[in-house]
């Protein structure tokens, strides 16, 4: 199983669900299921980031990874 990120910190669920989707794409490609769809540009966008770039972008933006409660 790989690591669990918890959300709270974002300002929005719909803003957490994007940037969940984001990973999820970088981690499963093309067909991942995600919240939203996401445009050509935005998978263009991510094709050209590795894995560890994605991940860094998810923590700065709000997610707190391994924690049981994220505190904000």
Known sequence: MGRIY??????????AARAVDRYIYKIKGPDAPTNFPLDA??????DGLSLDDVEAQFRKLGARPGLARATC
Do not use: G, I, K, M
Not at 6 to 15: G, I, K, M, Q, V
Not at 41 to 46: D, F, I, K, T, V
């Open 6 to 15: 918890y959300t709270n910190c974002y300002s929005t669920p719909e803003e």
């Open 41 to 46: 540009a935005q998978r263009a966008e991510l």
